[in-house]
């Protein structure tokens, strides 16, 4: 969550280089592009579909192995407990208000 800012998009390039499938989450055209050029395996974008459904969907109902969650507001939290797989690990950086 917040793959197109500042550290979303190092952590990208990042997990790309580590082979990782990396599906970016923001919001905006701009950072789709970005995502994409970077090597993200999809990019689901906050404000135009429902953030759970569409990891889920992507992930075949299991949810994702790893969770970064760099955005400060509590919807990028409830939302990445919520599409993260079953023991599967979260990692918060930003921290909301």
Known sequence: VGA???LG????QYAVAMGMKVIAVD???KKK????SLG???FVDFTKVNTVD???ELTDGQGAHGTLVLAT???AF??????????GTMVMVGLPP
């Open 4 to 6: 197109g800012g500042g």
């Open 9 to 12: 998009h190092l952590a990208v």
């Open 27 to 29: 919001g905006g055209d």
């Open 33 to 36: 592009e970005l995502c994409e």
């Open 40 to 42: 993200a395996f999809a």
């Open 54 to 56: 569409k990891i889920m």
């Open 73 to 75: 507001n509590e919807r």
């Open 78 to 87: 409830s939302d990445a407990v919520n599409y993260s797989r079953r023991y």
